[in-house]
């Protein structure tokens, strides 16, 4: 009878926090993670395609500091990036390491950035790294991760790095739990990603020179998540972007296709 009675109450409540997917954490532990994005920006100029690549390697540091504030921080940071011709660049990050990114993360991986370290201009030429953490975790279900259930979700950002430029993003995720595996002697589910996505961004540049580029596409990949652990273990994305670079000046406009490849990994450090 009372075997009975307990399965009815359990029945009558809410799935339990234990069954209900969650980052986790705890004070005084420090996730460290590996990150590594390779790209391919390529420009139909009217002398022929220009290509740009680049490479980003990191590895980050993240502790809670109180309730879902976070900081952040890179121990380690490579940029480079080449274009046409002999133009390479490999800009010195030593003054950003260490220097915190402050954040708020929920339990579903939603996070908001409230503070983020000086980017000198010879970094933000290559890339953006206020906007590191903005697609950085998966954002997780209300329910128990079951191999089968599926969720989406929405981010928007309109957030520009410099005070002149303008940024807006739109990334619709949606997910699907694949199976079940085993990370680390542990539990674990391995999740497919499916992202569309649209960037719009300018700039303006000296002389009156003014850049505007726009972006559209699709992302694929996986993510494993460790629901015991409430940890994000790793994660695998390639995306393909396609648009139009546009230059104005006070002597004309140009305007010209552009697309942008690029792979993506994350990592966690045992």
Known sequence: ?????????????????????????????????????????????????????????????????????????????????????????????????????????????IVRLHAFPHTPESIAEITDLTRQFDDFFITLPATTLKPGLTWSDTLFSTRPSRPRDTFSSRHVRSYRVERDTVVAGGPAVIIRLDQTLQLDASSPLEDGVAVHSTLEGTETGTAIFAPTRGRLVARKRTG???????????????????????????????
């Open 1 to 109: 009878m009372r075997i009975v009675v307990l399965a009815a109450l359990l029945a009558a409540v809410p799935a339990r926090a234990q069954d209900r997917p969650a980052y986790r954490f705890p004070p005084g532990d420090t996730l460290h993670y590996s990150e590594r994005t390779d790209g391919r920006v390529t420009i139909e100029t009217p002398n022929g395609p220009a290509q740009v690549t680049s490479e980003h390697v990191a590895t980050i540091g993240i502790t809670r500091t109180a309730g879902d504030t976070a900081r952040a921080w890179y121990e380690s940071l490579l940029l480079r990036s080449a274009g046409p011709g002999a133009q390479r660049k490999e800009p010195d990050t030593e003054g950003l390491l260490r220097a915190p990114f402050m954040l708020s993360i929920s339990d579903r991986g």
């Open 240 to 270: 393909s972007l396609r648009g139009m670079f546009r230059m104005t000046s006070p002597s004309g406009r140009a305007e010209m296709p552009q697309s942008y490849d690029y792979t993506s990994t994350l990592s966690l450090a045992p």
